[in-house]
């Protein structure tokens, strides 16, 4: 049971180039979440997945889409990147349809964007 | 807005004694609180839920409180050991946006 696995562990991009972040998870689980963590702030949610087939903004979605390509998958895409990008991309789930039950997260994907 | 703070210091203790953590919150209600912990370059893992209606949890070493009148939460551990280091997070619930708001977490430190 690997859980939730994220990849790449760690990207370096230019600014206006493009890459998928992807997740997958194992665990059956219905949602999925896409957060970005900074330092000195708390992570935030950039989409999630409540079930397969719906996708919904988060907190601060603009710059990002997303696409869950079945029950186990959930990728984020950045369109055009910039410097204000960089930072720690984490996907999570969990198994129910609330939202806000215990989550569970994958190890991360390190980007920086110069 | 909904606002979580938790102290942006780190928090050195011995090892053996209690390490108590603090998150306070601001504009809201929560139904209930989670705390995780996380390691340097690792995801968050999940260690406590505590509801609005419970006082008090405890899981082995952990302890957690949750006054809602003083809108605040702590988090002890008692015992502490030095692989007890780590940043720990607090996360509320949202209200009706689904969504979990997050505090920016402590880094503590026990010293052996």
């Known amino acids: 049971n690997a859980g939730v696995t994220q990849t790449p562990k760690f990207q370096v991009l230019k600014t206006g180039q493009s890459m998928t972040l992807q997740c997958a998870q194992d665990?059956?689980?219905?949602?999925m979440y896409w957060y970005r963590q900074d330092p000195g702030m708390g992570l935030r949610l950039i989409y999630y997945?409540?079930?397969?087939?719906?996708?919904d903004k988060g907190e601060v979605p603009n710059g990002y889409n997303v696409s869950r390509l079945n029950k186990r998958e959930f990728s984020l895409r950045l369109e055009s990147a910039a410097p204000s990008q960089t930072s720690v991309y984490f996907c999570?789930?969990?198994?129910?349809?609330?939202?806000?039950?215990?989550?569970?997260f994958g190890p991360g994907t390190r980007l920086l964007v110069l | 807005s909904q606002k979580i703070e938790q102290n942006s210091e780190a928090l050195n203790i011995q090892e053996g004694k209690t390490a108590t953590l603090t998150c306070n919150y601001t504009n809201y209600s929560p139904a209930y609180l989670q705390w995780y912990r996380q390691d340097p370059g690792r995801g968050p893992v999940f260690l406590l839920l505590?509801?609005?209606n419970e006082k008090e949890k405890r899981k082995e070493r952990l302890k957690v409180t949750f006054d809602t009148t003083l809108k605040q939460s702590l988090f002890h551990i008692t015992a502490s050991q030095p692989a007890d280091s780590a940043t720990y997070l607090c996360?509320?619930?949202?209200?009706?946006?689904?969504?979990?708001?997050w505090g920016a977490g402590t880094k503590l430190i026990i010293k052996p």
């Open positions: 997945s409540a079930s397969e087939g719906t996708t």
């Open positions: 665990m059956n689980h219905n949602s």
């Open positions: 999570a789930s969990n198994e129910g349809l609330v939202v806000k039950e215990t989550q569970y």
């Open positions: 996360a509320l619930e949202e209200g009706s946006n689904y969504q979990l708001i």
């Open positions: 505590i509801r609005e």
